[in-house]
């Protein structure tokens, strides 16, 4: 009788290598695993350690990093599978990814149902997808080619795939920005207000996809945002608010692989928005939901008709799972505040929440219009009345005390930090700022360094409608070193029209 072939064999090596949350296995070229099973460069693999597996993908190492029957995992993959150096894992063919037939189908145009859209998000969750085949997904659902049912399908699958908090009261609220719009940093403000009138907000907030900070990575400046659940309910129960980062979290996992991707890809759908914002809403457990949708012409969302496309989707979809939305459509035009990038917008709302006199105003107007629809979700507040109360809650130092409160809560308050260099970029001739490239000015603090250096950005001196004279001051870049300060001045050089400015009549 012909007795089972033997699992090949190969021990571990720990190499440090970080890929972020893509599970990578490196093996030698000549390694005898590869041979017999036939193995190549991108290969999707079976890693079996202690009663564990994953699928992975191979990459092939030619010189001596690896020994004979030696392999390495990436630092990811060497997490999830709890793996220590001299571990002997088993390695051998992936199982068939099913799913991979209705990625396919999307990719030339056919319509998926909700059983379908559930087994490509199982998949991509279980790490079944590569990069590639998550990249394939996204690109397939891009531009428009996800129907009103579809994205109601791709949101419940993304709630399904995680934890689901409940707080066990009726009114739990929240918020989300589009984004697009360089230091619109309004969240903490508004956190610390609803908080501070009791409603209870548990609000869990994204890195950057492709702007030079989100708002977990300008929170993450004042306090930890890398809260598990235990935690996070702990925060919210003791103080009604908090602020976290959704990716410390398993509320709508899913989100987090595929906005991983979408940042490399530079890519941010709308059908893909809508399922993103409102899975990680549903799964915190909010019933009532509040989108900031800022619209101008160098903006995410461009025009009023791509703004009542986005909004129709947020409304139904919202419907169709149980909570209400409401859309806010706010002016897009131009930054909000001064500072783009983490320690600056910190900077910039912790001013806003202290009621200093240089606070920027257009930042606390912002904050004040969002955080007085949300009070307005309670029966207690009337309609029109929620600003009247939020600017009180502010004003009155509450809001601060509650922000102060919650920071504690999360781990403790720290102060912000500054560059260590910085470059003053000055107006080329007199006039009036006329027009701000939201696009590439968020741009120029991104190759500064923002948001990996929290003290990168862009400092905004003269927004729109600023009246100046030849060489004032436009804004100042800051940067950690002094090659990412060239960097971004590089870039500047190549540019014209980041600022326009309209010449004084003669």
């Known amino acids: ?149 579809e994205i109601v399908h791709l949101t419940r699958a993304m709630v399904d795939s995680g934890d689901r908090l409940d707080w066990g009261q009726d009114l739990v609220v929240d918020k989300h920005c589009v984004g697009g719009l360089p230091g619109n940093r309004t969240t903490p403000i508004v956190v610390a207000i609803v908080a501070a009138h009791g409603l209870t907000m548990p609000k869990t907030s994204s890195r950057a996809i492709t702007s030079p900070a989100g708002t977990a990575d300008t929170m993450e400046v004042l306090t930890a945002v890398d809260l598990d659940v235990p935690v996070m309910r702990k925060v919210v129960e003791q103080e009604q608010g908090c602020v976290v980062w959704g990716g410390s979290v398993s509320l709508s996992p899913a989100d987090d692989l595929l906005i991983r991707v979408e940042k490399a890809l530079d890519l941010d759908s709308e059908g893909q928005l809508v399922a993103s914002v409102l899975s990680k809403k549903i799964a915190a457990g909010s019933s009532h939901v509040l989108i900031d949708m800022p619209v101008g012409p160098t903006a995410k969302i461009r025009s009023m008709d791509m703004a009542e496309d986005l909004s129709r989707y947020l409304e139904q979809t919202g419907a169709a799972m149980g909570i209400g939305v409401r859309v806010h459509t706010s002016d897009g035009s131009q930054p909000v505040g001064r500072g783009i990038g983490p320690a600056l917008e910190a900077r910039d709302l912790v001013a806003v929440l202290q009621n200093t006199k240089d606070a920027p105003q257009d930042l ?48 403790g308050m720290k102060d912000i930090p500054s560059a260590k260099y910085t470059h003053v970029i000055e107006a080329d001739k007199a006039g009036q700022v006329t027009a701000i490239d939201n696009r590439r000015i968020a741009r120029v603090a991104k190759l500064a360094g923002a948001p990996a250096d929290k003290v990168a950005g862009v400092d905004l001196h003269t927004p729109v409608g600023t009246h100046l004279e030849k060489g004032a001051p436009l804004f100042t870049v800051h940067a950690h070193s002094p090659g990412e300060l060239d960097y971004a001045l590089g870039y500047l050089e190549e540019q014209d029209g980041i600022i326009d400015i309209e010449g004084e009549p003669s």
């Open 364 to 411: 606390r107007e912002r904050a004040l219009d969002l955080a007085g629809h949300i009070l307005e979700f309670s029966p207690d507040v009337k309609n029109g009345q929620g600003r009247i109360l939020a600017a009180e809650l502010l004003n009155s130092g509450k809001a601060w005390a509650k922000f102060q409160a919650i920071c504690d809560a999360q781990g």
């Open 1 to 149: 009788m012909q007795q089972d072939r033997p699992k090949p064999i190969l021990k571990l090596r720990r190499l440090g290598i970080d890929t972020y949350k893509e599970a990578v296995i490196y093996m030698r070229e000549d390694c005898h695993v590869c041979r017999a099973e036939g193995f190549e460069v991108q290969t999707r693999v079976l890693v079996s350690l202690n009663g564990q597996s994953m699928i992975a993908t191979l990459n092939m190492i030619r010189d001596g990093l690896l020994k004979p029957g030696e392999a390495a995992l990436s630092e990811y993959a060497w997490a999830k599978l709890g793996a220590k150096d001299g571990d002997d894992i088993h390695v051998s063919h992936a199982p068939p990814v099913h799913s991979l037939s209705h990625m396919r189908a999307k990719i030339y145009g056919n319509e998926l149902q909700g059983e379908q859209l559930q087994a490509i998000v199982d998949d991509i969750v279980a790490g079944y997808y590569s990069d590639i085949h998550v990249s394939s997904f996204l690109t397939a659902c891009a531009g428009g080619r996800l129907n009103e049912q």
